[in-house]
């Protein structure tokens, strides 16, 4: 009966591993890292991500999410006859090096001036440690910010959960404000 019990635990003991393995492998796509996590991450702040790693698409919040390969290239918020809204990622060695967001509309006035159209671009600066320390976004018209970054506390999976983030346009006015953030893993 010993012997009995003893292989039950030992089969077992196999099928709770492999789970597990299991489990850690429906990863497939690296959603996670556009929004600078690490990990397999569940939600940070209003951002869900599925077992699977795919960034979860609130109902009225994202049209669609785009990919090459098991990373998202572009985000679409609205997509009509009169309104494009979308974020594009450009990735290079594993990490966004740069972002645009552009609302482009066909509202126009009565002399045929497009009013709602916006582009952003934003350049990503990395340490050697694989965090951002520094974004440049510029509008394409005369104001550019640049943000830099400090960071004050990490979690057990390596994310920051507490930085300081020093904003400064076109050198004029410099603000710096504490940014924290929960961090849920599978």
């Not at 497009?114 to 934003?122: A, G």
Request: with cysteine; glycine share 4%.
């Amino acid at each position: 009966m010993k012997l009995v019990n003893y292989i039950i635990c030992i089969i077992l003991a196999h099928i709770c591993t492999f789970n597990a393995y299991a489990q850690e492998n429906k990863r497939i796509y690296f959603d996670a890292e556009a929004f600078d996590l690490k990990g397999h991450v569940k939600v940070c702040g209003n951002d869900k991500f599925s077992i699977d790693g795919a960034l979860f698409i609130p109902q009225h919040e994202y049209e669609r999410i785009e990919r090459e390969g098991n990373r998202i290239s572009r985000i679409v918020y609205e997509d009509t006859p009169s309104a494009e809204v979308y974020t594009e990622f450009c990735w290079e060695n594993g990490r966004v090096v740069m972002s645009s967001y552009s609302a482009v509309s066909s509202y126009t006035d009565e002399f045929g001036t497009n009013l709602s159209s916006e582009y952003n671009i934003r350049e990503y600066k990395y340490n050697t440690s694989g965090y951002i320390i520094e974004m440049t976004e510029s509008n394409g018209k005369a104001l550019s910010w640049t943000y830099r970054y400090e960071y004050i506390e990490f979690d057990n999976h390596g994310n920051w959960t507490k930085r300081r983030r020093i904003t400064v346009i076109e050198d004029y006015d410099r603000n710096i404000e504490i940014e924290t953030r929960n961090i849920i893993y599978y």
